[in-house]
């Protein structure tokens, strides 16, 4: 009988507005694996804890939201504005915040068939050993507009130079922290999306995935 293979790990890491959450849920489909937004894990946090009234720095009160979490809440609307990016990013910095969640995402990167899972540290920390590794990023102008258009989309009013400014602050934050800082892993390929649009850049990602897919299963033979 032939073994059964491990999971197959597609690890999509980048900056804040990149484009690596489309991407992700393109190979996510195109591979057929499940996808995990591991943003939305920290924006639930961030949210449950202003919900509760404490503060974004009390790192105790962050780590009981985080062991507390329900997973079945991470499609809710309010997650996805401005203000969740800025208190996510705040909460992601505190140590036994990211050891609370370390597990779940562990957890999901771990069932068979394999999965795609998009974040900060997902190639570096997560799933150090996933045979797919993408770092996806664009030069902070392309992300500041991309994302100023998915706000208004959703109705917030703010204007481009705000998105810009927060951008810059979350980008120094979440590549300054202590605590699994933002960083390409050493194996992972660099997709740079600022002039792709994104049926480009889920292509490009589709070949870089495909390859390493056939590199992984050639390993076994
Ligand atoms: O990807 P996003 O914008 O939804 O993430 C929100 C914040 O969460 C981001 O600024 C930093 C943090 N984050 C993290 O530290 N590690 C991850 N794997 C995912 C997100």
Not at 13 to 32: C, H, I, N, Y
Not at 110 to 117: I, M
């Amino acid at each position: 009988m032939t073994p059964a293979l491990p999971p197959f790990v597609v690890a999509v890491d980048g900056p804040a507005a990149s484009g690596k959450g489309t991407v992700a849920s393109g190979l996510a489909r195109d591979f057929a694996l499940p996808h995990l937004d591991t943003g939305l894990l920290y924006r639930a946090v961030a949210h449950a804890l202003i919900e509760a009234g404490r503060a974004l720095d009390d790192a105790a009160a962050a780590a009981g939201a985080a062991a507390a979490l329900d997973l079945s809440v991470l499609d809710r609307p309010e997650l996805r504005t401005r203000a969740a990016g800025e208190a996510a990013s705040r909460v992601a910095a505190h140590p036994q915040v990211r050891a609370a969640l370390l597990e779940i995402q562990r957890r999901f990167a771990a069932q068979s068939p394999g999965a795609v899972l998009d974040g900060r540290d997902i190639g570096a920390v997560i799933a150090p050993d996933a045979p797919a590794k993408l770092f996806v990023t664009a030069r902070p102008e392309v992300r500041a507009e991309r994302r100023w258009r998915q706000l208004a989309a959703q109705g917030e009013v703010v204007s481009l130079d705000e998105v810009l400014a927060d951008i810059g602050r979350r980008d120094a934050r979440d590549s300054g922290r202590d605590a699994a800082p933002l960083r390409q892993a050493e194996d992972a390929v660099l997709l740079d999306t600022s002039d792709m649009d994104i049926s480009t850049a889920a292509d490009t990602a589709r070949r870089i995935v495909e390859a390493a897919r056939a590199r992984w299963l050639r390993s076994f033979i």
